[in-house]
Nanobody, 115 residues
């Protein structure tokens, strides 16, 4: 079992920045593929960025060159640095941990981008 806790959400103006954190407990963190997903009202949950245990990263086209995912295996934490935020980035952001066919989810943190 993996327990995930997100933090760092909030309200920001367009063009601003936020940093999300997700702390994991309960298992060997390095063996997990970690990711951030987001869901806006009335829409499906979509992948934003993922990072493997070895540091390989992949991003959704909508956030490339603006968001950076990273992980600290010693602290069992994954981060999402979000820059140049846009109103369309407004969503609940969820941390995900995956090992094989098993997924674990955090409860989510709200990010609101508005002037």
């Amino acid at each position: 079992q993996v327990h995930l806790v997100e933090s760092g959400g909030g309200s920001v103006q367009p063009g601003g920045s936020l940093r999300l954190s997700c702390s994991a407990s309960g298992t060997f963190f390095r063996t997990l593929v970690m990711g951030w997903y987001r869901q806006s009202p009335g829409k499906q949950r979509d992948a934003v960025a993922v990072v493997s245990g070895s540091g390989y990263t992949n991003y959704a086209d909508a956030v490339k060159d603006r968001f950076t995912i990273s992980r600290d295996n010693a602290k069992a934490t994954v981060y999402l640095e979000m820059n140049n935020l846009k109103p369309e980035d407004t969503a609940v952001y969820y941390c995900n941990a995956a090992r094989g066919a098993v997924d674990y989810w955090g409860k989510g943190t709200l990010v609101t981008v508005s002037s």
